[in-house]
């Protein structure tokens, strides 16, 4: 088993490829998880999760369904509230702090939800506005000029007045994707950003993915089953199983890896019920 507590900012070049360097060189990490524990009544779901994630960086979260990888993602923007562990945005701890206080660390940060999560009686560019009216006082000139640089990103320009019951999967995704970027944030929470899609549509989203990281250095946590997207876009990976992350490293690690559950998700194997022994 692979495993790496002092990870750095990879290069952004290739991210499958890349390797964590001295972490001098990433600076401190923009998000760091300790000891993160999370109970559903008996359900043990988190079960003493670490890691850290550092600026421009983007790990993705692979696990079997019901492993705990969405959960994760919540605790991540205080969503939900850990048992036990902490949470460190940029140095503040968050599972400490009340809703109000959360608010300013929220604007830092940006979630893009399984379902896109627009809103049905708002127009396109109501949806992509609604973040920024919410955290600043722009004049709508200037909110209208974020929308339509937030639309060319995602490559949906000139559809700011188009309902989202008229768009296709693929593009209420895609405008849900430039919502999530709108205040520029620091970190993106995607969870399943692919579900429901075309292969060719997820493709597509995963190049959005890494055009909107090159765009604004932004660290990401992606939670996908979509193996394609998550080498596509991660420069490190976490299998996430019984808790805890059973792996956590590179893809090359990940590929030379011995471990027999981390090798059949994988290779898209049935589980073996001797593969957690």
Known sequence: MTTDHNPSRPDDSNPGDSRPGDSKAGGPPLLQVRGLVKSYGPRIILDGLDFDLHKGETLVILGRSGSGKSVTLRHLNGLEYPDRGTVHFDGTELTQLREEELYPIRRRMAMLFQSGALFDSMNVFDNIAFPIREHTDLPLEEVAEVVAAKLKLVRLSGIEQQMPSSLSGGMNKRVALARSLALDPELV?????????????????????????????????????????????????????????????????????????????????????????
């Not at 993915?209 to 997207?229: C, F, G, M, Q, Y």
């Not at 059973?246 to 073996?272: H, I, V, Y």
């Open 189 to 277: 929470l995607y969870d399943e950003p692919t579900t429901g899609l075309d292969p060719v549509t997820s493709a597509v989203i995963g190049q959005l993915i890494l055009k909107s990281r090159e765009t604004l250095n932004a660290s990401a946590v992606v939670v996908t089953h979509d193996l394609p997207l998550a080498r596509t876009v991660g420069h490190r990976l976490a299998f996430l199983d019984r808790g805890r992350f059973r792996f956590l490293g590179t893809w090359k690690e990940a590929d030379q890896s011995e471990d027999p559950m981390l090798r059949g998700f994988l290779e898209g194997r049935p589980e073996n019920d001797d593969d957690g022994t």
